[in-house]
């Protein structure tokens, strides 16, 4: 499942998600590195 993460206060990164931490952040993989991030919610429809 595809999934976006932020990594800091203006990168955000795109990959298949690997798994959830304890602490609410997700494990993304893009090609073959790995990235912890906070995940970014789901736009809602106007």
Same mark, same amino acid.
Request: hydrophobic share 50%; aromatic share 2%.
């Given at each position: 499942?595809? !999934? $976006?993460?932020?990594? =800091?206060?203006? #990168?955000?990164?795109?990959?298949?998600?690997? !798994? $959830?931490?304890?602490? =609410?952040?997700? #494990?993304?993989?893009?090609?073959?590195?790995?990235?912890?991030?906070?995940?970014?919610?789901?736009?809602?429809?106007?």
């Amino acid at each position: 499942m595809l !999934r $976006t993460i932020a990594i =800091g206060s203006c #990168v955000s990164i795109q990959g298949l998600l690997v !798994r $959830t931490l304890s602490d =609410g952040k997700l #494990v993304i993989k893009v090609d073959e590195k790995m990235f912890v991030g906070v995940p970014v919610a789901a736009a809602r429809p106007s």
